[in-house]
């Protein structure tokens, strides 16, 4: 109730069966979760179903098992990823180009590299440690509001 009050998407993390549940308007499942496929017959067609890639190959695979984003990363060395391969901004942009469906790019995204990842192209952006590890989270995320407001008349919808 409180998401579609305030015109705001639920996308639930890793659980078809629970976004089902709770009526999310959708679910994003990771390479090691429930496959695309079947969480697009769980959710139904109507549904935003996302999918997790770390290199150009598992982005293409995604976008083929009928994901209507995908998360990229990391971008960018991170601690909430443990051992990851880093991307850079080539290796985004690479993807960027090369998909069909928005790319959203996730990894050690901060203040100071945003502006850079924005410039790919993408259509969003996960942020966790740079907002968590604020002083002041609220700022923090107005931050972010503001200087991605800056770039959203330049995003393709």
Not at 26 to 38: F, I, S
Not at 67 to 88: E, H
């Amino acid at each position: 109730e409180i998401t579609r009050e305030n015109n705001v998407k639920l996308i639930i993390n890793d659980w078809p069966d629970v976004a089902k549940e709770v009526y999310a308007d959708g679910v994003h499942v990771g390479q090691h979760d429930t496959p695309l496929e079947r969480a697009r017959k769980i959710m139904g067609p109507d549904k935003i179903i996302g999918g997790s890639a770390e290199n150009l190959e598992d982005a293409l695979r995604v976008e083929s098992a009928g994901a209507d984003y995908v998360g990229v990363g990391s971008v960018f060395p991170t601690s909430s990823k443990g051992d990851i391969d880093i991307l850079g901004i080539k290796g985004l942009q690479e993807i960027k180009e090369k998909l069909k469906i928005p790319v959203v790019a996730i990894g050690g995204i901060t203040s100071k590299n945003f502006t850079r990842v924005l410039d790919t192209g993408v259509k969003m952006v996960a942020v966790i440690s740079d907002i968590f590890m604020a002083e002041n989270i609220t700022d923090k995320v107005k931050e972010y509001f503001e200087r991605y407001a800056e770039y959203a008349h330049r995003i393709d919808y």
